[in-house]
């Protein structure tokens, strides 16, 4: 399986609307594939798709079947997080902007996989401060000793 | 003394950061000019981060790019109040809101953008979703008493492997208690087996309960295994078991009392390793007084009786009960009703529910899926449904002026037999007022 910090060539997708990165995953129906070179810093030139959600396959298994390795993006709900891992795609969440300065900033490094990802149950409160946070599922941030 | 517009400004900032709901303006090309703290707070982003952005790009709600309601407000020049959707916060975290939006006006009148307030609603859900766990037990939903006396003593009913007789009006929900039942005894990892006891003639319930020989009847041309043998180490659940006929009642009390059966063209018995689960919605002691249910059997059966009261005997499970039809039919069907019109309410709560709980899910499940908007409508409701829901409202005695046929003919979406029926007259009388109303 790749990740999103191999310098061998791959595919990624990136949703979108107009020319910036869809913020919101679960509702992306666009989808720019390109394929990048991080080792020779090289993107070839982005083509569009269009994913029909009435029809199968399911986001996560489209994009593997158009032979994708990852996925950049902004906000995506865990649920998708976890479809897509399990068809064996890296995703990188919080990505916001332009789709040229995005992908600009992921050959240069800038973006990392551990990106703002998160939503899975596993992160602390997401409140500024616990004591702001009326969500009582919330959970607790770690206690230092 | 007179402030000046930036001392005014920040008086109005101060007082934005001080409600409890998320504000923030955008101007006329949806980019965020203003963030309050709640906002921060809802969604996560800073109002660094936030400002001159998309709104849609921090907000992240499920209608961003289909309804979003500041577009709708700008170009209504109406507000959209109190809209409940969801929001992905910086975290991913799904966080349900109601939201209400308006356009902002110059002093020209002139629309320079839109303002959005939203209430973050997790705590409310999480309530309800407290509320509705607490009213439910193992598929079965209720707050009434009768019933919470029931969800207490099931476990250990179901822990004592003891024959159990469900009483209960059809629709009433015997077979959820039989799978409760069976889910928390020590039999809950063999089979549950189901055998209706009104469904089958005589001879072929008692092959389909406990099985046949090769050759046993004409057309017999291997062994069959009945339900009895099905369920070995599991639990029998006998419905209906007011509809068995008498010659086969004999058999199935030899099982209860030897945990022994003989299959049709078996030479010898068989054991049976079976817990009994019976129900019916006739009235077994009356069936025994006329002859027509063997005593010896009833008390077999009858070792602890459930009565399940009827849902016109609980109607403040009605609520709860449409709540979660609603919810298990827009899982079902992929909708996302949010819930019904005032006056279907008023009418499902009035319905005295004939049928119990299957009527009321049939109801539901109709409506859910003829639905196309986020609310449930009268229009949606069977025909059938307004005559019988007027427990409350009696027929309406002598003939009813114009503004009352109208507000009738209205709620019964123009069926006029449905709107006959609950005036008590025939269609050719309604046609004749109609037409005299010039509602014809």
């Not at chain 1, 990188?92 to 789709?99: P, S, V």
């Not at chain 2, 109208?406 to 037999?417: D, E, F, V, W, Y």
Request: net charge neutral; proline share 6%; glycine share 8%.
């Amino acid at each position: 399986m790749s990740t999103a910090n191999d310098h061998k060539p791959q595919r990624i997708a990136i949703p979108h609307y107009g020319q910036r990165i869809m913020p919101r995953f679960g509702l992306a129906r666009q989808f720019y594939l390109v394929t990048a070179d991080r080792h020779k810093h090289q993107i070839d030139e982005p083509v569009h798709h269009q994913w029909d959600p009435c029809q199968e396959p399911s986001v996560a298994r489209w994009l593997k079947q158009m032979r994708v390795s990852g996925v950049i993006c902004d906000g995506i709900h865990p649920r998708f997080q976890t479809a897509l891992k399990a068809e064996g795609l890296w995703i990188l969440g919080g990505a916001w902007g332009e789709i040229g300065d995005v992908l600009e900033r992921w050959l240069n490094g800038q973006l990392t996989a551990s990106n703002d990802l998160a939503g899975t149950g596993q992160e602390t409160c997401c409140r500024p401060s616990r004591s702001h946070c009326r969500d009582r599922s919330c959970p607790k941030p770690p206690t230092r000793r | 003394m007179n402030k000046t517009p930036h001392q005014t400004l920040e008086h109005l900032a101060t007082i934005l950061d001080s409600v409890a709901d998320g504000v923030f303006t955008v101007d006329s090309s949806m980019h965020i000019t203003w963030f309050n703290r709640a906002a921060e707070q809802i969604t996560g982003f800073t109002q660094q981060e936030a400002l001159g952005r998309p709104c849609c790009e921090i907000f992240r709600s499920s209608i961003c790019f289909s309804a979003c309601p500041v577009r709708e407000a700008m170009a209504s020049g109406h507000s959209v109040e109190s809209r409940e959707i969801d929001i992905l916060n910086r975290y991913n975290r799904e966080i349900p809101i109601s939201v209400s939006a308006s356009v902002l006006l110059d002093a020209s009148g002139q629309a320079t953008g839109g303002v959005e307030t939203f209430r973050d609603l997790s705590r409310l859900r999480a309530l309800q979703q407290e509320v509705s766990e607490k009213y439910t037990f193992h598929d079965l939903v209720s707050r009434n008493p009768a019933m919470r006396k029931l969800f207490d003593i099931l476990p250990d009913v179901a822990a004592s492997d003891v024959t159990t007789l469900l009483q209960g009006d059809s629709g009433t929900g015997k077979e959820l208690f039989a799978r409760a039942l069976h889910d928390l005894s020590p039999r809950r990892d063999k089979p549950l087996v189901t055998i209706n006891c009104g469904a089958l003639p005589e001879q072929l319930l008692e092959a389909e309960i406990f099985g046949a020989r090769k050759g046993a009847y004409t057309g017999s041309i291997e062994d069959r295994p009945g339900r009895l043998a099905q369920a070995e180490g599991g639990t029998l659940f006998l419905d209906e078991i007011g509809d068995l006929p008498l010659a086969l009642q004999v058999k199935l009390l030899r099982v209860l009392e030897n945990r022994e059966y003989q299959p049709l063209g078996a030479k010898g018995p068989r054991r049976a390793d079976v817990r009994f689960i019976a129900a019916t919605h006739r009235h077994l002691e009356n069936m025994v007084a006329a002859g027509t249910f063997r005593q010896d059997l009833f008390f077999r059966l009858n070792v602890v009786q459930l009565a399940i009261p009827s849902l016109r005997e609980r109607p403040e499970d009605i609520p709860l009960l449409l709540d979660m039809a609603l919810d298990r039919f827009n899982k079902h069907y992929g909708k996302q009703i949010r819930g019904f019109d005032g006056e279907v309410l008023n009418l499902l709560l009035d319905h005295p529910y004939p049928g119990n709980v299957r009527e009321l899910l049939n109801i539901v499940e109709r409506a859910a899926i003829l639905c196309r908007t986020e609310q449930i409508t009268v229009d949606l409701l069977p025909a059938n449904l307004a005559p019988h829901s007027t427990g409350n409202r009696r027929p309406v005695s002598g003939r009813p002026d114009t503004e009352q046929l109208q507000g009738m003919l209205i709620r019964h979406a123009g069926n006029r037999s449905a709107l006959a029926r609950e005036l008590g007259v025939n269609r050719t009388t309604l046609w004749r007022w109609l037409k005299d109303c010039n509602l014809g």
